[in-house]
């Protein structure tokens, strides 16, 4: 929600908050704070995002591809 409302940096607060916790984030989650890190042009948080997410074992759908392309597009 924070992500597609123009909040990125509370987006990718609550994201860093939700591993330390040891939250395991879903692709709906890394969807998010990739669009996050795209809005603010952040590639060096996306891209520990983007290896979080590989880290995690799962399986990328094509929702999470594209936010993966188009975050490192706009940064």
Same mark, same amino acid.
């Given at each position: !929600? ?5 909040? !990125? ?5 609550? &994201?860093?908050? $939700?591993?330390?916790? !040891?939250?395991?984030? +879903?692709?709906?989650? &890394? ?14 948080? !996306? $891209?520990? #995002?983007?290896?979080? &997410? ?6 990328? +759908?094509? &929702?999470?591809?594209?936010? #993966?392309? +188009? $975050?490192?597009?706009?940064?």
């Amino acid at each position: !929600g924070y992500a597609q409302h123009g909040h !990125g940096e509370e987006a990718l607060k609550f &994201f860093w908050q $939700m591993l330390q916790k !040891g939250v395991n984030p +879903d692709y709906v989650t &890394f969807v998010s704070v990739l669009k996050a890190c795209a809005s603010l042009a952040s590639l060096e948080l !996306g $891209m520990e #995002i983007h290896a979080e &997410f590989v880290n995690s074992g799962s399986e990328a +759908d094509s &929702f999470l591809r594209s936010a #993966i392309v +188009d $975050m490192y597009a706009k940064c």
